[in-house]
């Protein structure tokens, strides 16, 4: 309450009882004593005897000048008296009294005269210690000054939790004078306040006795009703002198500043975090879909409800233009769509994978041709217009409850190869300045993932297509064998690498067989692959000894420079049912023999091409009618979490029906050996003898049978 105006205080309205404790009087130790005419004391209370120290025995029936006053006093007290008695009027005064124990000392006085039914006249003095009672008036003028003057809100509550006391500086807090909280509990005084956690607060506070201090809550009062305030609220129970509770003080600061710095702080630190996250997570494989994903993961919900992420088809094209979209349309291809939850609002988006064309009015188009982003802060009917596609996306759109949007260019290396788009339908805050800001970031750096991962599809692609140039389409068919064949780029990230196989047909009926692996991966594995074959195939072709070619096209690799490749030789010849085998550097073959179990060619190994000046040895095999020689390169084996024996018996094993057509046992390996995440590319080239006299017929069934690659 105001303390300048004390009628602002809300009366007690309850009745002293039984139970009621001591009060103020109690404290101020008030004594009372009554005198008769003669100045006889005839009433003694034990306050008298406290402040005085004499009991009642002592002090009634003396009188009260010899009793309590110095001789030096006397007139004085006699002349003060008589006025009373006479009843010209009270008197009220500081004056020495002397003490049981002899000493001095000052009380207040409070003199009048009183008559009773018989008219005889008593005088009535009420007296209390002086120090005492200034101790009182100073605390009390003290508390007064500083709940009135304090530049903090404060309130008192009753036990009812209704106010009774608001002191100017809540006043201005909440817009209200103090007569408009006074006997009202906070929710009826503050109805825009979520009064519930308050009131529940000061009850606590009045059962437990346990302050609450610093209590955070936010809200708006009639003193600034256009925006949400912040405030600290310290809660204390109030005690009688006898413990008892009799109401609940509270103190409140506003708070609103620094609320707004601390959150600024903390979205401050939240947006770093997004970033650096963005920085980790966003192109973690060089996939461009899997990387479009990833943009959109992070973007919701920590920044929208809905993102999606489209990137204009010129940019995928091989033939690029340079320079932005022209046109008065602009076809984009979406990569991503990622919602918080179900919603409408992704089936009104462009299905992934889909080409979609827009005008120049929309608002992506805008994006693209300008580069810079796009706000709208309040989505009305006419911007829903410009963002969705047609009028059915607009209603998904609606009733997915969209009332924000943005739309951010995806710029790498100075060009504009697409659009993030964001959405706000949960969010109740509409995007702001920061929020473009972040966006951008976020942009930036997931526009070079997408960009790098375009640019290595388009590599990736001219690989393939060189690397399937390079490698037989249909081998000529062999006297006395039996082939099948496969290759397969690295399942992880699609990768091209080195890897080949070849049959090359020779005199007398013999055949050769290669497999060999480039190290290194792209499009330079890819073109060293096809100088090797082409090397290997010209020198097989000379019916040279496998160990022969070796030494050769070792000579040849290290002419190519940095370059090194395994490499393993086969040549049979069906007259004799043998087969000469040398290797360089390569995995051992795998052989299976009906009947018998398949097992790994114990060969001389040799160095890789590459290395130089290292001889190679050919080692003879005598090969029965339906025996088999599985050729195969490091990918279809080698894993970084098994070793290499464990991956050879796991081999071996799965070649043990020697029966199984040889398609079938291509896809068995394939299937069984491959995994998803498998970063090397594999060769795998398998011949079974069969005897010369089935060569012709055999030879239009595989032409029949074979699989395209």
């Known amino acids: 309450m105001s303390t300048a105006d004390a009628s602002r205080a809300e009366p007690d309205t309850g009745h002293a009882g039984p139970s009621a404790g001591p009060g103020l009087l109690d404290v101020l130790g008030v004594a009372a004593v009554v005198l008769d005419e003669e100045g006889r004391i005839t009433l003694w209370s034990p306050q008298a005897e406290a402040l005085f120290g004499y009991s009642a025995q002592e002090a009634l029936g003396r009188f009260a000048a010899s009793l309590l006053v110095d001789e030096q006093h006397l007139d004085i007290v006699m002349s003060l008296f008589e006025k009373v008695m006479s009843g010209a009027g009270s008197w009220a005064g500081v004056f020495p009294v002397r003490h049981k124990d002899g000493s001095s000392r000052l009380a207040e006085f409070r003199n009048m005269r009183l008559e009773d039914q018989r008219g005889r006249r008593y005088a009535l003095g009420i007296a209390s210690d002086q120090a005492t009672l200034r101790r009182v008036e100073r605390d009390l003028a003290l508390s007064m000054r500083l709940v009135s003057q304090a530049p903090i809100g404060l ?18 807090l909440n817009g209200l004078p103090a007569d408009q909280h006074l006997g009202k509990q906070v929710h009826e005084a503050l109805p825009q306040l979520d009064a519930e956690p308050i009131e529940a607060a000061m009850r606590e506070v009045l059962a437990s006795g346990l302050p609450q201090l610093n209590q955070f809550t936010t809200g708006r009062t009639p003193a600034d009703p256009g925006q949400d305030r912040a405030w600290s609220v310290s809660l204390y129970r109030l005690d009688d002198t006898a413990g008892r509770a009799i109401g609940v003080a509270a103190s409140i600061v506003d708070v609103t500043a620094q609320h707004k710095s601390a959150t600024a702080v903390a979205l401050a630190r939240q947006r770093l975090a997004l970033i650096a996250d963005a920085s980790v997570r966003i192109g973690t494989t060089l996939d461009l879909g899997v990387t479009a994903r990833e943009l959109g993961e992070i973007a919701v919900p920590a920044l929208a409800d809905i993102a999606t992420v489209d990137v204009l088809d010129s940019v995928l094209a091989a033939d690029h233009p ?96 697409g659009v993030l788009g964001l959405q706000r339908t949960d969010n109740p805050l509409p995007f702001d300045h920061d929020d473009v800001l972040l966006a951008g970031e976020l942009a930036a750096r997931a526009a070079v993932c997408i960009d ?50 070849d049959v090359i047909p020779l005199p007398d009926g013999k055949t050769a067989l290669v497999v060999g692996d480039v190290m290194g991966s792209g499009i330079n594995a890819a073109a060293t692959m096809g100088q090797l074959r082409t090397a290997a195939r010209t020198l097989a072709e000379l019916d040279l000894d496998p160990a022969a070619v070796l030494t ?40 299976t023999r009906p009947g018998r179990p398949p097992e790994l060619l114990d060969l001389p190994t040799g160095a890789p091409l590459g290395v130089g000046g290292v001889p190679f040895e050919a080692t003879v095999l005598d090969l029965g009618i339906g025996d088999e020689l599985v050729l195969y390169t490091d990918g279809l084996v080698e894993t970084r979490d098994q070793d290499i024996d464990v991956r050879l018996q796991v081999l071996t094993t799965l070649l043990s029906d020697p029966g199984r057509p040889l398609e079938m046992t291509c896809d068995l390996l394939l299937s069984e050996l491959r995994r998803p995440d498998d970063r090397d590319d594999v060769a795998l080239l398998i011949a079974r003898t069969r005897p010369l006299t089935a060569s012709a017929d055999q030879e239009g069934r595989d032409q029949e049978e074979r699989p395209a690659d």
């Open 155 to 172: 309130a008192v509550f009753d036990t009812d939790l209704r106010y009774v006391l608001v002191n100017p500086a809540l006043e201005r």
């Open 322 to 417: 340079p320079g932005g979209p022209r046109g008065e349309s602009v076809r984009f291809r979406a990569l991503a769509v990622k919602a918080a939850r179900p919603t409408p609002a992704t089936l009104a988006a462009d299905p992934v994978g889909e080409l979609a064309r827009y005008d120049a009015t929309r608002l992506v188009t805008q994006c693209v041709r300008t580069g810079r982003s796009i706000l709208v802060e309040q989505v009305s009917d006419q911007d829903l217009a410009r963002i969705a596609r047609d009028a059915d996306a607009a209603a998904l759109l609606v009733e997915a409850g969209i009332h924000s949007y943005l739309a951010v260019p995806l710029i790498a290396r100075g060009e504009v190869i």
């Open 452 to 501: 790098n991962a375009r640019w290595y599809q388009k590599q990736r692609h001219a690989a393939l297509t060189l690397q399937r140039h390079l490698l037989p389409h249909q081998p000529t068919p062999t006297p006395g064998l039996e082939i099948a064949y496969r290759y397969q780029p690295a399942a992880a990230v699609g990768e091209v690498g080195g890897d080949w196989f």
């Open 552 to 591: 050769r096209l070792d000579h040849t690799t290290t002419g190519l420079g940095h370059t090194m490749a395994t490499c393993v030789i086969a040549v049979y010849d069906p007259h004799r049912n043998r087969c000469r085998i040398a290797s360089a550097g390569h995995l051992p073959p795998v052989r």
